[in-house]
């Protein structure tokens, strides 16, 4: 999951400001530039989910990161999250099929 907020928006843009200054930034630009470059070699496409934190906006969000996922909004769309990345439909057919197996 990549939370998205206006801090990590302006860390990431190479905006921060200075009361922003801490020693997470370089980690989450550096974070950034891997997925970003594992983006552009389309490995493990669907890796990424991108979460819009409380203060952030759909537009904060890159436009390459939204062609991966679906963002989802925090709190509101927590359970519509939590289903997309359990995959419930794939847990089911999986239990079923075990359950099968075992009769």
């Known amino acids: 999951m990549v939370l998205i907020s206006p801090l990590y928006c302006r860390v990431v843009s190479g905006k921060p400001r200075a009361k922003d200054n801490t020693d997470n930034m370089l980690h989450a630009c550096h974070i950034y530039q891997r997925m970003f470059a ?4 389309q490995l493990m496409l669907r890796r990424f989910v991108p979460v819009i934190m409380p203060g952030a906006k759909a537009s904060d ?3 390459w990161l939204c ?3 679906q963002p989802f909004q925090w709190p509101t769309q927590a ?4 289903f ?3 995959k ?3 847990v089911i057919a999986d239990y079923v099929s075990r359950r099968d197996r075992h009769y």
Not at 38 to 41: G, S, V
């Open 61 to 63: 969000v890159p436009a």
């Open 38 to 41: 594992e983006y552009k070699d």
């Open 84 to 86: 997309y990345l359990i």
């Open 67 to 69: 062609k991966l996922s």
């Open 79 to 82: 359970c519509d999250l939590m």
């Open 88 to 90: 419930p439909a794939q």
